[in-house]
């Protein structure tokens, strides 16, 4: 019965974003990090052309 009730929650949820994850390098020590974000799908192109 908890698996039904939690496939009708998740149904819907998330459909016009996309989470975009972004490797940058930092300009003091070299390493690389990541950037998590939370986008609209019409903006990802745009994200990442930044």
Do not use: R
Not at 19 to 38: C, R
């Amino acid at each position: 019965m908890a698996k039904k009730a939690v496939a009708t929650l998740q149904k819907g949820a998330g459909k016009g974003y996309a989470k975009v994850i972004k490797m940058v390098k930092s300009e003091k020590t070299g390493a690389y990090s990541f950037k998590e974000e939370v986008v609209p799908n019409d903006d990802v192109k745009n994200y990442f052309k930044k």
